[in-house]
């Protein structure tokens, strides 16, 4: 298996819902990511795990909030969103440091979300 | 961190080959060049890595100069398929990596 798999693909949420974001990879990588991306933009990193453990936030509200329950799936809850959070959320791993000693990325295909 | 500059747009036709270059002047001694390729609404693909000189893979061959402070992504023979929005990447920092405004590539008939 060389894929990561997102799901849901799309989601549709009101601003009082709570919801989740899955994302699953059975590589053995051992980092996990989630970016956000707004149409016509680059995606912009949010979170990053390393060996299950949070290493990076990059200024993320807190209405987002990142899990990883295993070495595997990577969690994103979502609370009390706003309309400008939709665009599509973006999960990677990479078995190594990205773009060092041969290493990079591998995407999932993404959840598009929309905020109402 | 590593910052890439690359064209924002660029126009070709079907058949012909086609070359981006990226510019990473802070380039690190252990950073790799990977090429990613995205399409709307899906996540980016990653097309080839290189280090240094020339990597050839079966969609695309990469140039690096012996500076590496810049590379070329060469597509040969595109087609309307190949449309898409192309990032250059270099190497990740403390678990970061950034993505640049990338390439719009259009390819008409």
């Known amino acids: 298996d060389t894929e990561v798999t997102q799901t849901p693909k799309h989601l549709v949420m009101g601003m009082t819902n709570k919801k989740s974001l899955k994302c699953e990879q059975h590589?053995?990588?051992?980092?996990m990511y989630w970016y956000k991306q707004k149409a016509k933009k680059p995606p912009e990193l949010m979170f990053v795990?390393?060996?299950?453990?949070?290493?990076i936030n990059e200024s993320v509200p807190s209405r987002f909030s990142p899990e990883c329950p295993n070495s595997s799936l990577l969690n994103l809850h979502l609370h009390a969103l706003q309309p400008e959070d939709s665009a599509l959320y973006l999960c990677?791993?990479?078995?190594?440091?990205?773009?060092?000693?041969?290493?990079?990325?591998?995407f999932g295909s993404g959840t598009r979300l929309t905020v109402v | 961190l590593a910052k890439t500059t690359q064209p924002i747009s660029m126009d070709s036709y079907e058949g012909q080959e086609v070359n981006i270059t990226c510019s990473h002047n802070?380039?690190?001694?252990?950073?790799?060049i990977t090429w990613y390729q995205q399409f709307p609404s899906q996540g980016p693909r990653f097309i080839i890595q290189?280090?240094?000189t020339k990597v050839t893979n079966e969609v695309a061959s990469l140039f690096i100069p012996a500076d590496r402070k810049s590379s070329t992504l060469s597509l040969p023979r595109v087609s309307l398929s190949d449309t898409a929005v192309y990032y250059c990447?270099?190497?990740?920092?403390?678990?970061?990596?950034?993505f640049g405004k990338g390439t719009r590539l259009h390819i008409l008939p």
């Open positions: 290189g280090y240094k």
């Open positions: 795990y390393s060996y299950e453990k949070l290493s």
């Open positions: 590589m053995g990588h051992r980092a």
């Open positions: 990447l270099v190497g990740e920092r403390d678990d970061k990596i950034i």
């Open positions: 990677a791993s990479s078995q190594g440091l990205v773009g060092r000693d041969g290493y990079g990325y591998t």
């Open positions: 802070n380039i690190a001694t252990n950073d790799y």
